[in-house]
T-cell receptor, first 111, second 114 residues
Framework: KQEVTQIPAALSVPEGENLVLNCSFT??????LQWFRQDPGKGLTSLLL?????REQTSGRLNASLDKSSGRSTLYIAASQPGDSATYLC??????????FGTGTSLTVIP | DAGVIQSPRHEVTEMGQEVTLRCKPI?????LFWYRQTMMRGLELLIY????????DSGMPEDRFSAKMPNASFSTLKIQPSEPRDSAVYFC????????????FGEGSWLTVV
């Protein structure tokens, strides 16, 4: 079974700080990697999707990078806001529509 | 698009009762997934359908769990009989045909078995 690890499990930062969330995976033969946001009591919302041939993707204040060879992805959030408080999960996609999820990083942005 | 629609959103049932969770995938998506999320184990894949056919059901915990997809717009996950350890959030997700696409999740069905 593929292992996907997210560190840290929880993170608390003051508003305005830049922060980095980490995702690591054991099998580098990935198809793509997605970052999701999950608010309490809600489903998962896709934030960024990186194909295996790409190095990074950007959307607004979010930037996700992918290093297949080292089995790592980072999600960079610039100028954090209280509304960014949520759990962030990464999902690694493999051929055959196999997706493996990390356990998430719970982010709290303090006003 | 209405997104992936799941029902019920919340269910509280007594141990031993049958539970049926329902999912309507996004129109045109040909892959459907059922996941279970708990604090202890995170998100676990239960079963994956492609073009209404079960492709991978290795994550189904035991015979008490069954899933069907009678057509492209509807799927059910049934637990019979339910047990307290089945308490979790059950998510349905769908994926369009092709490679490298985003997977879309429903809001989940929150199940409590007492």
């Amino acid at each position: 079974k593929q292992e996907v690890t997210q560190i840290p499990a929880a993170l608390s930062v003051p508003e305005g700080e830049n922060l980095v969330l980490n995702c690591s995976f054991t099998d580098s033969a990935i198809y793509n990697l997605q970052w999701f946001r999950q608010d309490p009591g809600k489903g998962l919302t896709s934030l960024l999707l990186i194909q295996s041939s790409q190095r990074e993707q950007t959307s607004g204040r979010l930037n996700a990078s992918l290093d297949k060879s080292s089995g790592r992805s980072t999600l960079y959030i610039a100028a954090s806001q209280p509304g960014d408080s949520a759990t962030y999960l990464c999902a690694v996609g493999y051929p055959g529509n196999q997706f493996y999820f990390g356990t998430g990083t719970s982010l709290t942005v303090i006003p | 698009d209405a997104g992936v629609i799941q029902s019920p959103r919340h269910e509280v049932t007594e141990m031993g009762q049958e539970v049926t969770l329902r999912c309507k995938p996004i129109s045109g998506h040909n892959s459907l997934f059922w996941y279970r999320q708990t604090m202890m184990r995170g998100l676990e894949l239960l079963i994956y359908f492609n073009n209404n056919v079960p492709i991978d059901d290795s994550g189904m915990p035991e015979d008490r769990f069954s899933a069907k997809m009678p057509n492209a717009s509807f799927s059910t996950l049934k637990i019979q009989p339910s047990e307290p350890r089945d308490s979790a959030v059950y998510f349905c997700a769908s994926l369009p045909q092709g490679f490298g696409n985003t997977i879309y999740f429903g809001e989940g069905s929150w199940l409590t078995v007492v």
